[in-house]
């Protein structure tokens, strides 16, 4: 047996962030169009949040935990209404859009390094007070079990919300033609804003767990977007089913693939990925 | 004085990473964010050469371009059949596997550690260990690259890669193989980037993987954006503005830490305001 469980749950464990991820991205890719470059540093913000909720102030965890969804959500909220709303009512390309992106995330993501230092910090009290579960010889911590089952349950509130809600069936229009969902009546704007809001919310709480499970930096977001990205375009964008899909396989080949070399070829090999997958199946996985 | 030529050098070596990069994305119109890979393949080459073998810094320099030529035909050619986001992507993914290159061959650029002891070149009795003599090394190949980026966009060649800009199915209609001139010209930068890339090795005699993230390559493409896309003194003037920022910034008092770190507020800022105000950057001739 040997290493062999414990790489098949980091996978699965890599592959469930990669889909909360690959979801939040996907859905205000698929509205907007573009390339937000500034989605990952919500993950940030969210951890560094909770932080300073329960460790500074000396809030109960849970409540810091929601505090710091909301806030994030709020902060996704206002850069879409105070930079890139501006945008597209200029009429803004998609690169222009993604240019003021790069901008949103340099200046956050040095914000948090300005407030809290860029150093290292986990949102664990104790590691060692963790509950550890032993399943067929690999070990996963009880934060980790947390991640799988807020990943399960976050895809299913996508699922329900984009394909059973009156507010999703107008998502998946605009989606499919703004310019058709205005000509219809659907306020755009705004409904794009609530979607900012939602997608900087999970990636808010998915910055929370990984800052249990081995801890936050400033700089944490662009990994963790560009892994979304590929989880979502592998899969196939703007498929839900896909992103899921995308976000297990590219954790499976990332961590088989650091089976016998060392650790740091993970974002190598992720691009790798994402290329091959570029090249001879664009359109992902799952979409025809 | 000593730090003015710092300055300087450090300026000039910026300003031919912009001139060149301008090329691809200012005149072709490619969203290209690999340029710090190219960079740090020149220096790693010189480095590599200088410190394990006999050679000169001359002959490591030829070295370096036409390692970056190879590398940079066959990135180019996966690159032809992506435009728009996917191009940018794939760049990114080209920068972050390079990046990884440089960390994990132990053997060959001692990972994390870095190169460390690379010898100025000495040329005709000249010894360029002093950095006045350096600057003026500098120039001379800013120079070089200057004009024959000039040459390149005043040329024919030049007008068709505005022309692929403008309208890549139009040019393509009237016969013009528009592959094989978005190759050649990434390849012309990407060997310009080489040349820079030598001279910050033998300038700075230490390198280290962390000068060729992803983040560098944003940064040169936030210089071509802020001096303005398809404008070649523009880069000359973004590369000014940033390479001298955080001197301004210096006068404001801050610790070192948050000096750092509020260079990259006003220059994430600084984007957001020029996508907002003035996407075509100050004296640009293309907006994104």
């Known amino acids: 047996?040997?290493?062999?469980?414990?790489?098949?749950?980091?996978?699965?464990?890599?592959?469930?962030?990669?889909?909360?991820?690959?979801?939040?991205?996907?859905?205000?890719?698929?509205?907007?169009?573009?390339?937000?470059?500034?989605?990952?540093?919500?993950?940030?913000?969210?951890?560094?949040?909770?932080?300073?909720?329960?460790?500074?102030?000396?809030?109960?965890?849970?409540?810091?935990?929601?505090?710091?969804v909301i806030l994030t959500g709020f902060v996704g909220f206002g850069v879409d209404k105070f930079i890139y709303l501006q945008?597209?009512?200029?009429?803004?390309?998609?690169?222009?859009?993604?240019?003021?992106?790069?901008?949103?995330?340099?200046?956050?993501?040095?914000?948090?390094?300005?407030?809290?230092?860029?150093?290292?910090?986990?949102?664990?009290?104790?590691?060692?007070?963790?509950?550890?579960?032993?399943i067929l010889g690999g070990v996963i911590t009880q934060t980790q079990l947390v991640i799988l089952l807020s990943a399960v349950l976050i895809m299913a509130g996508f699922v329900i919300f984009l394909y059973k809600t009156q507010f999703g069936k107008t998502v998946r229009a605009i989606s499919d033609d703004e310019e058709v969902a205005r000509i219809i009546g659907i306020n755009t704007n705004k409904i794009i804003g609530y979607i900012f809001f939602i997608g900087s919310a999970v990636t808010g709480f998915t910055g929370i767990l990984i800052g249990f499970d081995v801890g936050i930096e400033p700089t944490m977001g662009l990994s963790l977007l560009l892994k979304g990205v590929i989880a979502s375009i592998v899969g196939g964008v703007g498929n839900i089913y896909g992103g899921v899909l995308g976000a297990f396989l590219l954790g499976f080949v990332e961590n088989f693939g650091i089976w016998k070399i060392s650790g740091e070829w993970k974002d190598a090999i992720a691009f790798a990925l994402l290329i091959v997958f570029l090249i001879f199946r664009p359109r992902g996985i799952m979409n025809k | 004085m000593e730090y003015l030529i710092h300055l300087a050098i450090l300026f000039v070596i910026y300003a031919t990473l912009g001139v060149s990069l301008n090329l691809v994305v200012g005149y072709t119109g490619l969203l290209s964010v690999t340029h710090a890979a190219f960079y740090g393949i020149g220096a790693y080459t010189t480095a590599i050469f200088l410190t394990k073998s006999g050679v000169g810094f001359f002959s490591s320099l030829v070295s370096g371009i036409v390692i970056v030529v190879v590398i940079s035909f066959l990135v180019g050619v996966v690159l032809s059949k992506f435009k728009g986001d996917y191009y940018a992507l794939v760049t990114f993914g080209f920068n972050a596997i390079i990046f990884a290159v440089f960390l994990n061959w132990q053997n060959l650029t001692n990972g994390s550690l870095g190169v460390p002891g690379i010898s100025r070149p000495e040329l005709f009795g000249i010894n360029f260990a002093n950095n006045f003599n350096f600057l003026i090394l500098a120039l001379i190949f800013f120079v070089l690259v200057y004009f024959a980026s000039r040459f390149i966009v005043n040329s024919s060649f030049g007008r068709v890669l505005k022309a692929i800009r403008e309208d890549e199915t139009a040019i393509a209609v009237f016969g013009y193989?528009?592959?094989?001139?978005?190759?050649?010209?990434?390849?012309?930068?990407?060997?310009?980037?080489?040349?820079?890339?030598?001279?910050?090795?033998?300038?700075?005699?230490?390198?280290?993987?962390?000068?060729?993230?992803?983040?560098?390559?944003?940064?040169?493409?936030?210089?071509?954006?802020?001096?303005?896309?398809?404008?070649?003194?523009?880069?000359i003037l973004g590369a000014l503005f940033l390479i001298l920022l955080p001197e301004i910034l210096r006068f404001v008092g801050f610790s070192s830490d948050i000096d750092a770190q509020m260079r990259q507020v006003v220059y994430g800022i600084i984007l957001i305001l020029l996508m907002l105000y003035r996407p075509q950057g100050l004296i640009g001739e293309y907006k994104l």
């Open chain 2, 177 to 235: 193989k528009t592959l094989s001139f978005k190759l050649v010209v990434f390849i012309i930068s990407a060997a310009m980037a080489a040349v820079a890339g030598s001279l910050f090795a033998s300038y700075i005699t230490f390198i280290d993987p962390s000068s060729f993230q992803l983040t560098e390559s944003m940064f040169i493409l936030a210089i071509i954006i802020l001096g303005g896309l398809g404008n070649l003194r523009g880069s």
């Open chain 1, 87 to 134: 945008l597209r009512k200029r009429k803004a390309s998609n690169m222009v859009l993604l240019v003021a992106s790069l901008g949103v995330m340099t200046a956050l993501q040095a914000i948090i390094a300005i407030l809290f230092s860029s150093r290292f910090k986990t949102l664990s009290g104790n590691i060692d007070t963790q509950k550890i579960f032993t």
């Open chain 1, 1 to 68: 047996m040997g290493i062999l469980p414990q790489l098949i749950l980091n996978s699965i464990i890599a592959g469930a962030i990669y889909t909360l991820v690959a979801l939040s991205f996907n859905l205000i890719y698929s509205t907007t169009k573009f390339f937000n470059l500034a989605h990952g540093v919500m993950a940030a913000i969210g951890g560094y949040a909770v932080f300073y909720f329960s460790k500074t102030l000396g809030l109960d965890i849970h409540i810091a935990i929601v505090l710091g």
